[in-house]
Each structure stands twice: as structure tokens, then as C-alpha cells.
């Protein structure tokens, strides 16, 4: 589950650049929109041309694509290149992000709160397509804020470095909840860069019943073992079953030097905080959301799912707000992207034509 909540701030991603580590894990910084293969010297721009061929799987944890064959047998789908890049700012704080397939992507996609890039491995797979999903800030690879401020507009501008250094403009930018409100805030601040918007499961006047759910399951933060992180996770009916669940789990924690397992992403920490935001901070935010949406010019599409957060009258709502909008519904909860991949890469694949 993932939830919308967060403040309104904004900063400068004018300075934002690329950075890897070769195999020596010396720094490298590229200032222009290359791509840099882990473990290789040689980049490439967005010509494709490259002196190295680039092929394989390169992470920066390496398990951290073990799951990917699993799913692709499952799916009937072939297993993608993808490696893991990162851009900086100046000031040093990393977004990280994983590039799928041998072509600079002009599909991006954000996802929601609590979760990270690998949510969307299973509608990369069916799209098999080139595609580039973000760790949102303070989620998977990247960087935590110190102000532990997370929303729309706050993030927006990294998603907009991430989009001018790596991939190919405009593109179709898709995002699940918080994703989705972070994509209505780059589409409106950045109509040039965005092509389609596809928003998963998310409105501006989404019902807060998910998020009260959600505080709950972050009320445990530490945990003996992975097995353990998974048994409390089916326990509230996340994650779908034990395979997937075990898969997320991994995908999302790691162990620290004295064996406790923990979450990557910094919302679990601040889960509690941030969802008891005050009711008029939370109107604030809708009224910025809803701006973002009707300033967008990109054609909008609505994905909702049957048994996820956007209800019938949310639905109505957002009907009112941006008429022009086409409003499609899946069967699936709120984290459509891993319920219903097939039916989601489909909605995209019409966005992308």
C-alpha cells in the first residue's frame, strides 16, 4: 500500500549529473546525458553508438535482478538488459534508477510511497519495451532528505534531472500514487519533457483510509530476518503470496552490520509523522495536485483499480477536474502495477504509440 501525503517545497535540479563507479570504485561524474555501463569505462549519448557493446544485467547489489528470470518465465516475456545508474546534484545527493532493455527510454516510470523502482519489474517485462523506473528520493537507491519531506513538489524537480540526463524527451511518464502526484507536478512544471502522463491508482482527493493502514504496518521498523520481515508482511496481505512477498521484502530492506533487518526507504521511519499531517496541510496539497493536473498539457490518462484507493466518487471527481482525461479501471488493489502488469502495460503501450 502507498499513500499520497507530504509538503510543498521545491528546488533547483538544474545542477543534477551523472555518477557512477568503475570497478576500482573510483567516482565518475558525467555532466551530459551519457550512459555509463557499470564495470566498463566507455559511455554512450543518446545516438545509441557506443565503443562497448553494453549487455547483461548490472546492479548495484548483485542479487538485486535474481528475481527478474522468475517473473519473465512466469509472464512468458524475455529478461531485459538493465543496469542501475545514478544521477547527483552538486550537493551530492544521489537519485538512483534502473534502466531497462539497449535504447535510452522514453517510458518512465515513478512509484508510490513505501515501494521502489522494482515494483514495476513485472509491466516492464510485458511492455518489453525500454524503460526507465526511478527510486523516488528517500526510497530503494536513493539518497534519504534531511528534512524528510516527501512531497510532490519537493521531489518533482530530481524526477526532472533523472528524465534531462537519462532518457530520451519527451516521454510517457507513468506513476503509481505518490509516483502519480510527483508526475503531475514535473508534467505541469515541465511540459516539454512529457509526452503522455499515466496516473496509477492515485487522485488528488484520494480517501486517507489507506494511508491509517499503512501507519499501522510501520509500526514495527526492526526485524531478526528477512523470513521474518516476510511472515509480517502476509500477515497484513501484502506483497500477494509468499514468492512475491519474499521478493518484495528483499527488493525493499537490507541488513545492517548487527543482523537487524530494516527498510530501505525512509518513509517507514517517518510513516506515523507524516499521517498525521493536519487535515489543512492535506487540503493544501490537493489544491496543488489538482493545480499541476489541469496546467498539464500532456494527454492524461486515469488507470484505477477495482479494489484499490480511487473509488467511485474519487473517479467522479477527477472526471470533473480534467474532463479531457481518459479513465480506464483494472481489476486490481492499489498496487496495480504488480496485480494486473499485462492489462497496465497494455494501457501504457496505447499511451507510448
Not at 283 to 295: F, G, P
Request: aromatic residues 4%; negative net charge; glycine residues 8%.
Amino acid at each position: 500500500m502507498t499513500c499520497p501525503c507530504g509538503r510543498v517545497a521545491c528546488t533547483s535540479p538544474s545542477d543534477f549529473a551523472r555518477s557512477r563507479e568503475d570497478p576500482q570504485n573510483r567516482a565518475i561524474r558525467i555532466d551530459s546525458p551519457a550512459r555509463l555501463t557499470k564495470g566498463s569505462d566507455v559511455a554512450s549519448d543518446h545516438s545509441g553508438s557506443t565503443a562497448t557493446q553494453q549487455s547483461g544485467l548490472v546492479p548495484h547489489d548483485a542479487e538485486e535482478f535474481s528475481f527478474l528470470a522468475g517473473q519473465a518465465e512466469r509472464l512468458g516475456a524475455a529478461v531485459p538488459n538493465a543496469e542501475r545508474i545514478d544521477v547527483a546534484s552538486s550537493a551530492g545527493a544521489v537519485v538512483s534508477a534502473i534502466a531497462y532493455g539497449d535504447a535510452p527510454a522514453d517510458i518512465v516510470l515513478l512509484h508510490g510511497a513505501g515501494l521502489n523502482a522494482h515494483t514495476w519489474d513485472a509491466t516492464v517485462l510485458s511492455l518489453g519495451e525500454p524503460v526507465l523506473a526511478v527510486d523516488l528520493p528517500g526510497h530503494g537507491d536513493s539518497a534519504w532528505r534531511e528534512d524528510a519531506d516527501y512531497s510532490p513538489h519537493t521531489i518533482a524537480p530530481a524526477v526532472i534531472g533523472v528524465i534531462e540526463a537519462v532518457a530520451s524527451t519527451p516521454v510517457v511518464l507513468v506513476g503509481q500514487s505518490l509516483g502519480g502526484l510527483t508526475a503531475a507536478a514535473v508534467a505541469a512544471a515541465r511540459p516539454d519533457l512529457v509526452s503522455r502522463l499515466v496516473l496509477v491508482d492515485i487522485t488528488p482527493s484520494i480517501d486517507q483510509g489507506g494511508p491509517e493502514k499503512l501507519r499501522a504496518f510501520y509500526e514495527r521498523l526492526e526485524f531478526s530476518s528477512r523470513e521474518e520481515l516476510v511472515d509480517y508482511a502476509v500477515s497484513f496481505g501484502l506483497g500477494g503470496d509468499r514468492v512475491e512477498a519474499r521478493r518484495g521484502v528483499h527488493l525493499n530492506s537490507r541488513v545492517r552490520e548487527d543482523g537487524v533487518v530494516e527498510w530501505k526507504h525512509h518513509f517507514a521511519t517517518i510513516a506515523a509523522h507524516a499521517l498525521d499531517a493536519s487535515s489543512s496541510a492535506r487540503t493544501i496539497d490537493q489544491a496543488a495536485s489538482w493545480r499541476d493536473l489541469e496546467t498539464v498539457r500532456a494527454e492524461t490518462t486515469l488507470v484505477r483499480g477495482t479494489r484499490g484507493f480511487v473509488d467511485d466518487s474519487a473517479a467522479d471527481v477527477f472526471r470533473e477536474h480534467i474532463p479531457s482525461a481518459s479513465i480506464v479501471a483494472l481489476d486490481a488493489p492499489h498496487n496495480v502495477q504488480e496485480v494486473a502488469p499485462r492489462e497496465l502495460a497494455d494501457v501504457i503501450r496505447k499511451a507510448h504509440s
